[in-house]
């Protein structure tokens, strides 16, 4: 069974319902590639605080939609004995993710499901060195996308 845990650290809270899609979306996502036995979480931030993790993290001195940090270890769940892989963390910034919907001309929650997915897939090994839309990584996240579409 996977874990999801969703974080905020935003002074204005969000909707409880956009942090249950973030949760619900990504269960789905797993699901879809087979993923077991994961724990990831999400930290839902704003710019400054997104950027100060690129800054630090990539040396890129400016705001971004999501950063993946992978983590890669295991635990035993206490609940319920099994091993679990602690995959590592997502960050997201809903206001980027806001204004890349409108520059893309599509819907946030769109937009938002393609950073989960972006994510994710950084989470299980996958990477891109451009953000062409060629790159391997980034057509199995609009094929993953697509297929999902349907889901919340």
Not at 37 to 54: M, P, R, V
Not at 103 to 108: A, C, G, P, Y
Not at 125 to 130: F, I, N
Not at 138 to 146: H, P, S, V
Request: aromatic share 6%.
């Amino acid at each position: 069974m996977n874990k999801v845990i969703v974080n905020t650290e935003l002074e204005v809270p969000l909707p409880e319902e956009y942090l249950q899609t973030i949760s619900t979306y990504a269960e789905k996502v797993l699901e879809h590639l087979n993923i077991h036995d994961w724990e990831l979480s999400f930290l839902i931030c704003s710019k400054a605080a997104i950027q100060g993790l690129n800054s630090q993290y990539r040396q890129i001195d400016e705001p971004t939609d999501v950063l993946s940090f992978m983590l890669g270890d295991y635990y035993i769940d206490a609940d319920s004995g099994k091993e679990q892989f602690i995959a590592g963390d997502i960050a997201i910034c809903p206001d980027i993710v806001r204004e890349n919907a409108e520059r893309f001309s599509v819907s946030s929650e769109e937009e938002t499901k393609r950073v989960i997915i972006h994510g994710i897939l950084h989470l299980s090994g996958l990477d891109h060195a451009t953000n062409d839309a060629t790159e391997t990584m980034l057509q199995e996240q609009e094929n993953i996308l697509n297929k999902l579409k349907e889901v919340l």
